[in-house]
């Protein structure tokens, strides 16, 4: 097994992690101040999202240069530093590539938009105007409004599949590529441990635009219909990794929906173009297609253990199993997956059970580990994120009211999981000495890590058994999945097993007491077990029990 297939993952949002310089924004020097933390929790791999120079609309997923950090966060000198302090803990630094698109502040659009025939004339993707002077096609962008915005300096339209600010670099352009690469050897060269690629599906266009059959009362359709997944999109990924991953130690996992099961082989594991995909059929269970906020539909527990299965059954053969329920752009998942009344602390164990002990990596998000929870601010001006106030107003022009358009953005914002990390119950949650760039959750008063830390009953020392839990039976990671009581609607259940061990788990998702099978765990070993009293053959509303047979 490769080193990444065996360590626990950890996304961080550099922006809400640390700040040492009290400016109410994280920085990479608070970072390396935290590393002994990571290292407590057993995590080989830590992917920062974004820190690379930036004007910062989508929080540093608009680019103005690939190969610098923001001031705001440091120099390259602290990332130096960085990787190596984490190296001495065992720790490897994974970073983001955003390719598909830059800022409209980097130095490529800037020369791109002068005129048509400048040098960089064919790096992102212009268009003429419609006769009528309105944009080429009706795609919508991903965070709402038009996915097209006009350049009055070349007198024509360039394509941003997200914010105006983000415009899509063209991937047919030799030269944009061969840059891309670049960047991404510097990294490697200056020696991270992977890169988590964002939003690939989108980097090959359609060769023919055209308008799409309205999706709303906007008279647009989602870019995402029209432009992810195009055929001949493998070949610029197979040259990625010719070009950048392939012959070094590094791993790679691509934010990557939609990718069909035959279509798998070709997009990771040996012969694929990465070594994990993220997916989000199970974190998307109210969205059938798009992501409309407004729009979500009722899904059930069988829904959340279908995905999972079918995502474990494809990465058997295929490639590796990346395993999350939160990341940056997520709900925190105890909001997410249960009921506003639901005990909190015990679906966070839950849900920690599952994703430890999932075939595959884990990737934690920085504050799961404590139960961190979604925020609810009382006016959409409170928020910071882009998408928020996209959705926000959607759901205004579908007819919903200003109350229905909050409550969708208390739901889902991205915000709920940006929010500062909870370290302790000074001001500010130890985070910052200056003013926070959004607020703090509420409720860090009481979960914090240094309060969590010393209470054995926490969600933190729950990771961190579980964390050790994994290390001591490698059956966690190189074991088959087989699942148990497929059709049961309340319980997820699996054996982890290979030739010297079985390890059995069996999680009620549910609030209902469940009965199942005792001798499914009599006469184990129990390894963990959440909640006051257990009784085999028996749980209690979120319970999970974790036994093996060693
Ligand atoms: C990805 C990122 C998200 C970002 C978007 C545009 O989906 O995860 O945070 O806003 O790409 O780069």
Redesign the pocket.
């Known amino acids: 097994m490769k080193w990444w297939q065996k360590t626990i993952a950890y996304e961080l949002y550099p922006k809400s992690f640390m700040d040492t310089r009290s400016q109410g924004t994280g920085t990479i020097e608070g970072i390396i101040e935290k590393l002994d933390y990571l290292a407590s929790l057993g995590i080989g791999a830590v992917w920062i999202?974004?820190m690379y120079r930036s004007p910062m609309v989508?929080?540093g997923?608009?680019i103005a240069d690939y190969t610098s950090v923001d001031p705001s966060y440091g120099t390259i000198d602290d990332m130096k530093r960085l990787i190596e302090e984490a190296k001495k803990r065992n720790i490897r630094i994974v970073l983001?590539l955003?390719f598909?698109?830059s800022s409209d502040k980097h130095p490529w659009f800037l020369e791109s938009k002068k005129s048509k025939d400048n040098p960089k004339a064919d790096w992102y993707i212009w268009r003429d105007a419609k006769e009528d002077g309105s944009a080429p096609t009706n795609w919508r962008g991903?965070?709402g409004g038009s996915a097209w915005t006009w350049c009055e300096e070349r007198q024509q339209y360039y394509l941003h599949?997200?914010?105006s600010q983000?415009p899509d670099l063209n991937w047919a352009e030799p030269a944009v590529r061969r840059a891309l690469y670049d960047a991404a050897n510097f990294w490697v060269n200056l020696g991270v441990g992977g890169f988590r690629i964002?939003?690939i599906t989108y980097v090959r266009k359609p060769d023919v635009f055209e308008d799409g059959t309205p999706d709303g009362d906007d008279g647009m359709i989602s870019v995402h219909d029209m432009t992810a997944n195009q055929p001949g999109i493998l070949d610029y990924l197979h040259e990625f990794k010719k070009e950048v991953s392939e012959g070094h130690d590094i791993f790679t996992v691509a934010?990557a929906n939609g990718v069909s099961a035959d279509e798998l082989k070709y997009w990771v594991g040996e012969n694929g173009a990465f070594d994990m995909l993220f997916e989000f059929s199970h974190t998307n269970l109210e969205f059938k297609g798009i992501e409309t906020w407004c729009r979500p539909e009722p899904w059930e527990i069988s829904d959340l253990k279908r995905a999972l299965r079918n995502s474990q059954e494809a990465t058997k053969d295929n490639g590796w199993y990346p395993a999350f329920f939160e990341?940056?752009?997520r709900p925190r998942c105890v909001n997410h997956y249960f009921p506003e009344n639901a005990d909190h602390k015990a679906a966070a164990k839950a849900m920690g059970m599952l994703m430890m002990s999932l075939r595959g990596t884990p990737f934690l998000y920085q504050g799961q580990e404590l139960g961190m929870e979604n925020v609810a601010w009382p006016s959409i001006d409170c928020y910071n994120d882009?998408?928020s106030y996209g959705q926000y107003e959607f759901a205004l022009s579908e007819g919903f009211s200003k109350e229905e358009a909050l409550a969708c953005v208390h739901a889902f914002s991205?915000d709920s999981a940006r929010t500062p990390m909870q370290w302790d119950d000074s001001e500010n949650a130890g985070f910052t000495e200056g003013k926070p760039w959004l607020p703090v959750n509420e409720n860090y008063r009481t979960l914090n890590v240094k309060a969590e830390s010393i209470d054995p009953d926490s969600v933190l020392s729950w990771f961190r058994k579980l964390a050790e839990i994994r290390n001591e039976h490698p059956v966690l990671m190189d074991g088959s999945w087989n699942e148990l009581m497929a059709d049961d609607p309340d319980l997820i259940a699996y054996e982890r097993k290979n030739d010297n061990e079985t390890v059995t788990v069996i999680i009620n998702l549910s609030e209902k007491e469940r009965e199942y099978d005792p001798s499914l765990t009599e006469g184990k070993e129990i390894l963990l077990v959440s909640g006051d009293a257990f009784k085999h053959g028996n749980l209690h509303g979120l319970q999970c029990v974790m036994v093996t047979d060693k």
């Open positions: 999202t974004p989508d929080n997923y608009d983001d955003v598909n698109h991903i965070f599949t997200f914010a983000q964002d939003a934010e990341n940056h752009d882009i998408s991205r």
